[in-house]
């Protein structure tokens, strides 16, 4: 019965990974460019217990879904969106670090930096790519294979790059991921959508069915629990009497 405990443990502590995931999915439904996580059950050392009852070690994989979301129109000369594979790169100035990420909303600072929505610089094939003074800038346009202009000037071109396997890409946050030691490599032809923003690809309805089944597997799992702590119970009193 001790190792009947410890599979229905072990199921139990699978849905919470699997409820959390699916939370976290919702919670950037309307996060451009995000990714929905996803959770791979792999069971090894597969056998029957001493009571004939199946047992395996399960091992859970992560890694991202990158199909592609829905893009949304917006008109804002500063977003854009990729058609297609490839990442744009963006860099932490606090720390150096660079990140990629599938969110193409971009905003102008004060000193005329490109960055993305939550402060990170916009990476050109020249470094970080900024915009000349405001009375020198309009109109700003980005075209479809990445580059910036102002006016009739050519500032830069958007630095977009590919993984060999960027389903393993590290998430960092939101739509921001870290390569986890991949090397990048150059998108040659980038196909963007200069006005439009990529939507989340997490589909909020299958999201929440799929809750509602890991919701209901750990119910069952609790009441095995329940039933085999009673019956342990019930076997120390009987016990007690000889």
Do not use: C
């Amino acid at each position: 019965m001790l190792l009947r405990l410890q599979n229905a443990a072990a199921s139990m502590t699978e849905a919470i990974r699997q409820q959390e995931r699916l939370a976290n999915n919702l919670a950037n439904v309307n996060t451009a460019g995000y990714k929905q996580e996803r959770f791979f059950v792999e069971a090894l050392n597969e056998q029957l217990d001493l009571e004939r009852a199946p047992r395996s070690d399960r091992r859970l994989t992560q890694w991202n879904e990158l199909t592609q979301g829905p893009l949304e129109p917006t008109g804002n000369p500063l977003d854009v969106a990729i058609e297609g594979e490839g990442f744009f790169v963006v860099t932490d100035e606090t720390t150096d670090a660079i990140f990629y990420t599938r969110s193409g909303q971009f905003v102008l600072d004060t000193e005329g930096f490109l960055r993305t929505i939550d402060g990170l610089l916009v990476e050109g094939q020249n470094g970080p790519i900024r915009l000349p003074p405001p009375e020198l800038r309009q109109p700003l346009s980005i075209s479809q294979d990445g580059v910036v202009r102002a006016g009739e000037r050519e500032i830069d071109r958007l630095q977009l790059v590919r993984f060999a396997n960027p389903e393993t890409l590290v998430r960092v946050t939101g739509a921001r991921f870290d390569a986890a030691g991949q090397p990048p490599e150059p998108l040659e032809s980038p196909r963007l959508r200069p006005g439009f923003l990529e939507g989340s690809n997490v589909n909020p309805v299958l999201a929440m069915t799929e809750m509602i089944e890991h919701f209901h597997r750990f119910e069952t799992q609790q009441k095995v629990i329940q039933t085999t702590d009673q019956l342990l119970g019930q076997i120390t009193r009987d016990l007690g009497k000889f």
